[in-house]
């Protein structure tokens, strides 16, 4: 089964930036792509962006365009989400899911724990 662990969250100020980690296992990493999602308090859990198994990037948030870049290290079976230009909307606690593709709708395994990103004014 697919297990994630995000890590990298903290309180920066706006403006700042952060790296947020996501560490796979369970899986072959190589062959699934990576989602990332936020839950901001009172709201829904959102996609934010994928990584697709080639690189590929989809974007499912465009307030991040241009400011949030994917990766994925298949070495490490690590996804990274850098965030720069922070701002306080970007709050959030952010989870990371294993897909078959950007264009599934299924989660594979369970959910991890979150990081949570903290954005003040």
């Known amino acids: 089964e697919a297990q994630v662990v995000e890590s990298g969250g903290g309180l920066v100020q706006a403006g700042a930036s952060l790296r947020l980690s996501c560490a796979t296992s369970g899986v072959t990493f190589d062959d699934y792509a990576i989602v990332w999602f936020r839950q901001a308090p009172g709201k829904e859990r959102e996609g934010v962006v994928c990584?697709?198994?080639?690189?590929?990037?989809?974007y499912f948030e465009d307030s991040v365009k241009g400011r949030f870049t994917i990766s994925r290290d298949n070495a490490e079976n690590t996804v990274y989400l850098q965030m720069n230009s922070l701002k306080p909307e970007d709050t959030a606690v952010y989870y990371c899911?294993?897909?078959?593709?950007?264009?599934?709708?299924?989660?594979?395994?369970?959910w991890g724990q979150g990081t949570q990103v903290t954005v003040s004014s």
């Open positions: 990584i697709s198994t080639n690189g590929g990037t989809t």
């Open positions: 899911a294993v897909r078959y593709n950007c264009r599934s709708t299924i989660i594979l395994g369970s």
